[in-house]
């Protein structure tokens, strides 16, 4: 059983590996050239730095990383790994749609160990192709994390792919053994998968922890924010009430430091209630905090997806 199965889902498990190959070509030229390019410029000694010299040399790294970046990257990734949640669920739709099933239930394979053998493959490569896709994109990404924090490409990293992957196969099981039609059942379940994660990154994920907040002076360095999930930084006056003037008032306020320097007197922007900064933020040490939640919240609606679906099908005639 378990040989069949494999050789049922040998394609979809191929396409999966051919998809992971063409990453690797593309990420691991490009994670050398990035960690070459880190220690080059010794930026090792600006992480939690900020002088006028760690400024320049984070803002040419990240122009360079930012061009390498541009030619894979982008809002598309997401889709991957409802891909490959749906390609991995789509034998399984196929079997029920066909009839295929219901051929071996008649032989001495009993719905339950057909069930298993299925389900069971279906997850374990769902979750070493998410984790193989996370490990790759996490070791590409480690010089930026380093300056940038991880909340940069949140979706991309740590365990929350292995998450969106098992939730892709739930939602593509739970639809498919409702509608036997695979096709129509891939194409809603995709679609359901992404506006649910549209839903979430833009609506739930801010709201998953309180943000802490800060109101600092212009002389003072503040909380350090590089690495941290920025929801508010706007100036303000000591009490953190947002500065709410004109540009007027802005315009009013530069000033010329000498040598071609231009910036904002801050006694002036006091007088006018904006001399502080003010910052609404994550901290950077709550990444795997943020991490757990969101792998628990997406795994959990999966498993509940994966158990409807056996459950149909084994009360379904």
Known sequence: MIWLSWRQQRSETLITVSLLALLAAAFV????????????????RCIGRDTAACNVAIANFGDHAGILRSLIAGGWFNFLPGL???????????????????LAWTQSITRRRWLGTKLGLMVGTALVSAAAFSLLFTWYQTPLDRIYGRFDEFDFEGVVPLGYVLFACGLALAV????????????????????????????????????LAATWGPHSLGPGLRQAWIYLQVPSDKAGHVFTGSS??????????GNGVKGLDPHCLMRHGAGYNH??????SRFWEFQGIEF???????LLLIAFAAWRVLRTD
């Open 248 to 257: 007027t008032v802005l315009q009013s306020c530069s000033r010329s430091f």
């Open 296 to 302: 628990s919240l997406f795994a959990g609606v999966a």
């Open 176 to 211: 498919g053994v409702l509608w036997r039609k695979a096709a129509v059942a891939m194409l809603v379940a995709f679609g359901a998968y992404f506006g649910c994660r549209v839903f979430f990154d833009s609506w739930v994920r801010p709201r998953l922890l309180t943000p």
């Open 29 to 44: 030229p490009m994670g050398i050239h990035l960690s070459h390019l880190f220690g080059q410029q010794d930026l090792a």
């Open 84 to 102: 490959i949640g749906i390609g991995l669920a789509a034998p399984v739709i196929f079997d029920l749609e066909s009839g295929t099933a219901q």
């Open 279 to 284: 910052a609404v933020y994550q901290p950077a």
